[in-house]
């Protein structure tokens, strides 16, 4: 993705040291491009868990660099205590944020191979980088490929509508800020837009961080696409008058049975997309399904962050950042970060291998490979 003419990922080895990872943090976007370097352990975990990155295919590269860097910094006395502070080290990633899967993915795949690259342990430390930088490679390719599977879905809007804009409807931020590059929501749209297809995009502000009002807005606005922010109850009324021919939000975690777990509120666009006709979509690479669970209602743990991401909004005021309070003092709140939407109401999935059913059928028809031991 470009930002101001300049390509970037969102996550990568600094050109000076390639032992230093760098990231842009999303919490001073759209007001402030600012650039981090993480060289710890603790900071990937600060990074992830306060929000510097966020969204399922970034959290999980950024884990996978993480383990790189813990095994930069892991004893060397013997293999045994360098795979011991390794362990601890995913252990600490793991619990920073529990819904997005990814997370949990890449730190067990990074355990996986560095563990079977033998007692030679600067070979476990470049096998460790090498990771890192394979899973960030493929999180970039897999959202290229899920682009060119969703175009077709837009071009046929496009024809459909004799070339009027296609109006796309979108929550949170599934764009590429969420993972290393194309993202998953946006990928079909930015496809499309880069093929001469007409697309608008309804941006839902996405309380209480605003993902898509502070960083969907942000890199639309980046790639030319047009967009228009709206509060998060618009939706229903849009599509209710017409305003809205499809719905494509990404997705933190998802059952092989198709139930999707993603930003609070995609639940209630899933139920108006469903009142008035429209298609509902979902895009994700296969790193975020959860091969394991089937209910994802009983089974997904729904993260709950601190009230005062509620209470409080920051924003920008005379040139400075600011954060000011909504709520009255004495008033509680809660903050539930994730809902499940129900496979019924999903239209289709859109991967890597191709667009499919919500439904263990239609899943494993894509991912044999993926079936889950009985």
Known sequence: MNVDGRHYRTIWLKDSDPTVVQIIDQRHLPHEFVIEDLTSVEAVAR????????????????????????????????PQAFMAALTAAGETLKATRPTAVNLEWAVKRQLSVIEAAGNDIEVKIQTAFDMAQTIADEDADFCRRIGQHGLPLIEAISRRKNGEPV???THCNAGWLAFVDYGTATAPIYAAHDQGV???????????????????AWELGQHGVPH????????????????VDLVITGTDRT?????????????LKA????DNGL?????????????????????????????????????LHDDSIKTVRLTPATSPAANFAFDVT??????????????????EAGILGLFPDKKPSA
């Open 47 to 78: 990074a992830i868990k306060e929000m510097h990155v966020r969204g399922a295919g970034l959290i999980g590269a950024t884990a996978g660099y993480g383990m790189a860097i813990a095994a930069l910094h892991a004893p060397r006395t013997s």
């Open 167 to 169: 109006n796309i409807l």
């Open 198 to 216: 007409a697309v608008h995009v309804w941006v839902d502000e996405t309380r209480p961080r605003n993902q898509g009002a502070r960083l969907t």
């Open 228 to 243: 228009t922010v709206i509060v998060d109850n618009v939706g229903g009324h849009l599509m209710q008058h017409g305003l």
């Open 255 to 267: 059952t092989y049975t198709g139930d999707v777990a993603n930003k609070i509120g995609t639940y």
């Open 271 to 274: 139920l108006a997309a469903r």
């Open 279 to 315: 298609p509902f979509y979902v895009a994700l690479p296969s790193s975020t399904f959860d091969w394991e669970m089937r209910d994802g209602l009983a089974e997904i743990p729904i993260e709950q962050r601190d009230g005062t991401e509620v209470s409080y909004i920051g924003g």
């Open 342 to 359: 129900p496979a019924r109401l999903v239209t289709g999935l859109i991967t890597e291998r191709g667009i499919c059913d919500a439904s």
